[in-house]
């Protein structure tokens, strides 16, 4: 349900009313040959845009656009050009109106003249219109009906106030959709963080920093595909709906097919699509695209995401790691970022952190040994009573310890005791075998996967590892999932018998990747939470959406 209507937004609905009355179109069909505003402050030269794309005011003579301003008030404005945008303030001096209208480049003032404005209805350009039973000027028009939050669309001609701002002088103007509900907060932006996710429209309107995360989000994507492509990669899509809950040990979303009158669940992760399109004759591939994981919240985790994988045959995780710095090279240098960034974490510590290459290598095996004393090697799915007992001997517990497999166990003692107090960019390696169903086995350690993860902050952002295409090996894998599952944990890896069949008939060695978008690009704006790197983040219904604007 909407919420209630303060008074305000009465106001507009009967303005909105009245202007239909009148015959005016006040949610236009379209408006074409509209500028940028950015266009329009370059083209008068006396503005310069700088690397980061922002504009900075220099000095330098106006360019012939720029008209005389004496002669636009004392005369007529020819109307060379058009634009169109919110408007985002108005203020009124008797023969002047003066707007701000903000487009999705930059903001710019302009002025309306008494007598000399027309007003476009949408159907025909006139001096003066009858609303609500009496003629009111173009000026009026623009004074009462053209509001704050609504867009407008502009004929106009360039010209710079006594105070040095460039302005549009309108020369006709038509009103392109009105706004019912003014924005809340107007001069300070959304400060509640619940608003500002249930309504990032808002946010994104009033807060610079908030867009600019969001066009760095599409640039950082764009750079990611072009680095792909120059690496000769092919970008696939792959299905959403599975039959089988595969690719990740995570619990699944499951929703029902009514057409095969079957439960599927949603992806995971892609990766089994993926690898099954090697043994189609594609060599490299990627995806970037949507999981969903079926666990809790929390700043770090969101149970939809967005996530890169790729495959590349004939490399295992070594080559993968020289890869991923060669990826963090290109796009710190395509997207012009720095090295060094900072950002807060669970403590509020703020803590500076350095991408710069080569990246350091820890032994996951090892680093546990050394700290908790557990050779999390050693043990089998089967000796689930085994590693429970020594964990909590050496004085580490969890919620849901006692429903989880040797799998999940050893997974949360790595959350718990190492990941947190790794905070600079790290290649995490050598896993236990348990931990990975579709790794392969180190030819050196059979107790060992070829794996890495890197690990900023406390993060995960990336997993990588040699991919096991033995079909033998990776059916028995399933099977010993399978008792994990059946032991009621729901994290284990699901059985995927399709895959299994796939890789009977030949899959090239290869190493997968995958990185979590929201994670990393968290990190790269200093955000310490991934809702803030989320266009839309699902959230829980609001219990009182009957609350006044007022309110």
């Known amino acids: ?38 266009d329009i402050k370059l083209a008068s030269n006396l503005f310069k845009e700088q690397e980061d794309g922002k504009l900075v005011k220099v000095d330098q003579t106006p360019s012939e656009k720029v008209k005389d301003a004496k002669q636009l008030m004392e005369k007529w404005a020819v109307g060379e050009f058009k634009t169109a945008w919110r408007v985002m303030l108005s203020r009124s001096m008797w023969k002047l109106i ?19 404005a027309k007003f476009n209805t949408g159907k025909e350009v006139v001096d003066s219109l009858v609303i609500d039973w009496e003629e009111k000027s173009a000026h009026k028009i623009a004074e009462k009906y053209l509001q704050v939050w ?17 302005t549009l002088f309108v020369k006709e103007f038509q009103i392109l959709s009105k706004a019912v509900r003014p924005l809340p907060e107007k001069f300070h932006g959304i400060q509640d963080p619940d608003k500002v996710y249930r309504q990032r429209y808002l946010d994104l309107i009033m807060n610079q920093d908030s867009y600019d995360r969001f ?57 089994t699509s993926l690898k099954k399109a090697t043994v189609g004759r594609f060599e490299k591939v990627f995806e970037i695209g949507r999981n969903f994981r079926n666990e809790g919240s929390d700043p770090s985790h969101m149970q939809e995401f967005t996530a890169v994988e790729h495959y590349a045959a004939w ?11 060669k ?44 700290i ?75 107790n060992i996967v070829e794996q890495f993860q890197v690990v900023v902050n406390g993060w995960e952002i990336i997993k990588a590892y040699s991919e096991l295409v033995d079909p033998a090996i990776q059916k028995q894998k399933f099977d010993e999932q399978k008792k994990a599952l059946e ?12 895959f299994v069949l796939a890789m009977e008939y030949g899959m090239p060695p290869q190493s997968g990747w995958g990185m979590w978008i929201e994670r990393i690009l968290a990190l790269l704006t200093g955000q310490d939470n991934l809702r803030d790197v989320f266009m839309f983040p699902l959230m829980k219904p609001e219990n009182d959406n009957l609350r006044s604007e007022e309110e």
């Open 98 to 116: 003066f707007m701000n209208i903000q487009d999705n480049t930059e903001k710019i003032q302009i002025c309306f003249m008494k007598w000399k």
């Open 487 to 498: 032991k009621w944990d729901e994290e284990a890896t699901s059985g995927d018998d399709e």
């Open 327 to 370: 990826m963090f090279d290109y796009l710190f240098k395509r997207l012009n970022l720095p090295r060094k960034i900072k950002i807060k974490w669970k403590d509020w510590v703020e803590r500076e952190i350095d991408w710069s290459t080569p990246w350091k290598k820890l032994d996951y095996v090892k680093w546990i040994k050394e």
């Open 150 to 166: 609504d867009y407008v669309g502009l004929v106009w001609d360039l010209f710079v106030t006594k105070h040095g701002e460039l």
């Open 215 to 271: 066009i760095f989000r599409s640039k950082f994507i764009q750079a990611l595909r072009e680095f792909y492509y120059k690496n000769w990669f092919v970008e696939l899509d792959t299905p959403i709906l599975w039959n089988a809950a595969s690719g990740a040990a995570a619990k699944p979303f499951i929703t029902h097919h009514n057409d095969f009158d079957i439960d599927v669940y949603l992806r995971i992760a892609p990766e």
């Open 372 to 446: 908790t004393g557990i050779d999390i090697s050693n043990y089998s799915m089967d000796d689930e009573e085994k590693l429970r007992n020594d964990i909590q001997e050496a004085g580490y517990t969890w919620e849901g310890i006692e429903k989880q497999g040797v799998t999940t166990m050893i997974d949360y003692l790595f959350k718990k005791v190492l990941r947190p107090s790794i905070i600079q960019p790290t290649f995490v390696y050598n896993y236990p075998a348990t931990m990975q169903p579709l790794a392969r086995l180190s030819d050196e350690n059979p």
């Open 1 to 38: 349900m909407l919420p209630a209507y303060s008074n305000e937004s009465l106001d507009r609905q009967k303005k909105i009313q009245d202007l239909k009355d009148a015959w005016v179109i006040v949610y236009a069909n379209n408006f074409r040959w509209k500028q940028d505003i950015k």
């Open 315 to 325: 490399w295992n995780f070594e080559d993968n790691m020289k890869f991923t710095e």
